[in-house]
């Protein structure tokens, strides 16, 4: 048991005459480690990217809003008149009449 491990530790088992199955199992496990190391990254990025298109979409959110108030006070009656007022045109006295149209059938 000591022997091996003197063994393990020194890396003989590497330089032994059947070492070529140690040196399978290693690079097979160095390869799942790269490939281990490459998802870890790529799910790290993709979480970056999400919180800064969260980001994003809070602004636009925000943006969106503050339009909407401004295309809401654009559109009360009251601001209609006041423009209106500077071009000379002024609310009619007279309220509007239904037109009903029969038909000749």
Do not use: C
Not at 42 to 70: F, H, P
């Amino acid at each position: 048991m000591k022997e091996r491990l003197y063994n393990i530790l020194r890396g003989s088992f590497l330089i032994n005459d059947d070492s070529f199955k140690y040196w399978k199992s290693i690079l097979f496990v160095l390869f799942l480690a790269i490939i281990m190391i490459a998802s870890s990254h790529s799910a790290d990025k993709k979480v970056y990217d999400i919180a800064r298109l969260n980001e994003q979409v809070k602004a636009l959110r925000s943006e969106m809003i503050d339009g909407r108030t401004i295309l809401m006070k654009l559109k009360m009656e009251t601001a209609i008149m006041k423009k209106m007022a500077q071009k000379g045109l002024k609310p009619s006295s007279i309220p509007p009449k239904k037109i009903k149209v029969k038909s000749q059938n």
